[in-house]
């Protein structure tokens, strides 16, 4: 093995080829070796270090080497990247990967080891776009995230009865399941799993990486896909004197052995179909099937993959909705749809569950409480369609809720189904929902490692509790405040201070009590801002609450029309680095700033030049 250092090696060949080529160019590597002499480049055997990024080509004499392309191998690449001629060493297409794997990283580590149900929809599974979404599935499976795929099947459940001159009935958002309907349905199950174990197995390409050595994994199996009994469930029976037949409702997700397999580096296909007590094969609504498994499971996200996206009267994307906006839009329209109509009897039936604020995620954590408050308005129209049945008492047990139906079929409502679904799930604990429009090539990486995403999000916990300060909060903000004077992190400032600063802290309350603060002085002439006083209190540190002030006191700023945020601080500078901040000087602080710093504490100066925002992610609803 050849050894490592911090400057490679060439060999003798390729550095004669060098001398030559400086001999003719005396201008050319004007930087003396500092290994073997003192003196100009071409008098040196040894290691070099002047010459960077020589190109290999005709026009300059150097002939190709074993290893690169004549277009960007670089002989020579010393720690300092230097230029030759003005020109970086790297190719555009080279800097744009680098910047981009560089900007991914966040996203990879945050979403290792997360837990992901993903539903795909029945006209995504009938359509050609599946087999891009399993290979980018299989990719992200690779980086560590565990999925448990829902496929819909209906579309197929209708065509194969079409096929055999049958006619599919639905009451509600229920399929009637006659013995027709149970063999078609049990015909497409099992033709779409092993269409989707197929396609995952393969796993990525290996030709191109034959280059970093052999290794005994890449020839396994791509990715190991598990199906089983997973979901036992109970007849629909008789409702209304209509007989479902063989429709089920769910009873219980098999959640310890699905981790099992997840635990084993597989994947998991949860099929529709579930098991009764009496050993009956009962046909489940999909969506019944993949909202009762997040729930039941405590994924991080719900992902439906939809075969269109949710856009506004005015034919824009929707990008996001917090949990609060997404209620109430469903409430406006619970006149005009039985499907809102039955989310909302649903949501105000269930209003004393526990559920909410109590199902754990795959941490062991629990999920906060959330409050239903006013919110913005949205004048919005949704493409497709959603039921509930509160029969079965949806909060008491494991049951999700069903999407189907005519009403959905026939696309009255849009797409104000997945948004009612996307509320429901939040609510029982699932802090993201993403409705993605599967026709998109590559939505879900556009989605997961982009901060501003493809498609739309439905979230239930971010900036929960925040709010601007008011003057009953002034107790709660000094004392969360005093240990950190005390240590010096934070300035002391009076009551007199504090209350004619009131309007610029923001803090978030966890029942009753202030939890954490932070403050956001604007400049407007320099179109920048000085953040402040952010302060956790010590039982909540480490929650991400220090994240979540500065995130909000970003969107603000934007909402300012602000193009940049600055701090002083003392002790804390290591945070605010890895947050995008860099140090800066004094003289970057604006003028009206300066003459109040107290120059004896000695603070360091920090400054981030804020990017546009396109996620839909506002503090306006907040702030207003």
Same mark, same amino acid.
């Given at each position: ?44 055997? =040894?290691?070099?270090?002047? !010459?960077?990024?020589?190109? &290999? /080509? *005709? ?6 080497? +074993? $290893? ?121 199950? =099992?033709?779409?799993?092993? !269409?989707?174990?197929?396609? &995952? /197995? *393969? ?6 990486? +034959? $280059? ?126 039985? !499907? ?285």
């Amino acid at each position: 093995m050849a050894a490592s250092t911090s400057r490679p090696w060439i060999s003798l060949h390729n550095h004669r080829e060098i001398l030559a080529f400086a001999e003719k160019n005396p201008t050319f590597g004007c930087r003396k070796c500092d290994l073997c002499c003192d003196g100009p480049i071409t008098k040196c055997f =040894g290691r070099l270090q002047g !010459i960077r990024a020589v190109a &290999l /080509s *005709p026009e300059n004499g150097l002939s190709k080497s +074993r $290893r690169g392309s004549p277009e960007n191998y670089n002989l020579v690449c010393s720690e300092t990247e230097n230029h030759v001629d003005g020109r970086n060493s790297l190719g555009k297409e080279q800097e744009l990967f680098v910047r981009w794997l560089r900007d991914t990283w966040p996203y990879f580590i945050a979403h290792r080891c997360s837990t992901f149900i993903v539903l795909i929809s029945a006209e995504i599974v009938e359509s050609p776009h599946l087999d891009a979404i399993l290979k980018d599935i299989s990719l992200l499976h690779g980086l560590g995230v565990r999925f448990v795929l829902v496929p819909g099947t209906h579309v197929q459940i209708d065509k194969l009865l079409m096929e055999r001159g049958k006619e599919a009935r639905y009451v509600g958002q229920y399929r009637i399941t006659d013995s027709d309907s149970l063999e078609a349905a049990m015909q497409a199950a =099992g033709k779409i799993y092993n !269409i989707m174990q197929a396609k &995952l /197995s *393969p796993g990525p390409s290996i030709f191109n990486i +034959r $280059r970093h050595g052999e290794n005994s994994r890449w020839h396994d199996v791509g990715v190991r896909v598990s199906g089983g009994n997973f979901l036992a469930a109970k007849k629909r029976g008789v409702v209304n004197g209509i007989d479902f037949g063989a429709t089920g409702e769910v009873k219980k997700i098999d959640v310890t052995h699905i981790r099992e397999r997840l635990d084993r580096d597989g994947i998991v296909i949860l099929s529709n179909l579930g098991y009764s007590s009496s050993g009956e094969v009962l046909n489940c609504n999909t969506y019944e099937v993949a909202t009762a498994c997040a729930l039941a499971i405590g994924a991080e996200k719900l992902i439906c993959i939809v075969d269109g996206p949710i856009l506004d009267e005015n034919g824009r994307l929707i990008r996001f909705l917090t949990l609060q906006d997404a209620d109430l839009l469903i409430r406006e329209r619970a006149k005009q749809s039985e !499907i809102a109509a039955n989310y909302v009897k649903a949501v105000d039936d269930g209003a004393t569950y526990s559920g909410c604020n109590s199902s754990p995620d795959s941490n062991g954590n629990s999920p906060p409480q959330y409050a239903m408050h006013s919110s913005k308005q949205y004048n919005i129209t949704f493409q497709n369609g959603v039921g509930f049945d509160n029969g079965n008492g949806l909060w008491s047990g494991e049951q999700g809720f069903a999407i189907g139906g005519e009403e959905r079929l026939s696309r009255l409502n849009g797409y104000l189904s997945e948004l009612a679904a996307a509320a429901f799930v939040c609510r029982g604990g699932v802090q993201r929902v993403h409705l993605l429009d599967g026709t998109i090539g590559g939505v879900l990486l556009l989605e997961l490692f982009q901060r501003d995403g493809m498609g739309t999000m439905v979230a239930s916990d971010l900036y929960e509790g925040a709010r601007p300060a008011k003057v009953t909060d002034l107790p709660g903000i000094k004392q969360i405040m005093q240990p950190l004077i005390e240590r010096g992190t934070l300035v002391q400032r009076t009551d007199e201070e504090l209350l004619k600063e009131l309007d610029s802290f923001i803090i978030v309350e966890r029942e009753g009590q202030i939890i954490a603060c932070a403050a956001l002085f604007p400049f407007f002439n320099e179109k920048c801002g000085e953040v402040a006083a952010i302060a956790v209190s010590p039982e909540c540190r480490g929650q991400g609450q220090g994240d979540k002030l500065l995130d909000y006191i970003e969107k603000k700023a934007l909402c300012l029309q602000l193009e940049k945020l600055f701090l002083l601080t003392t002790r804390t500078a290591d945070w605010f680095v890895r947050r995008g901040f860099s140090e800066c000087s004094i003289e970057s602080i604006p003028e009206a700033r300066r003459g109040k710093i107290n120059l004896s504490r000695g603070s360091k100066y920090y400054i981030k030049k804020l990017q546009p925002d396109m996620s839909g992610i506002t503090v306006n609803r907040v702030l207003n």
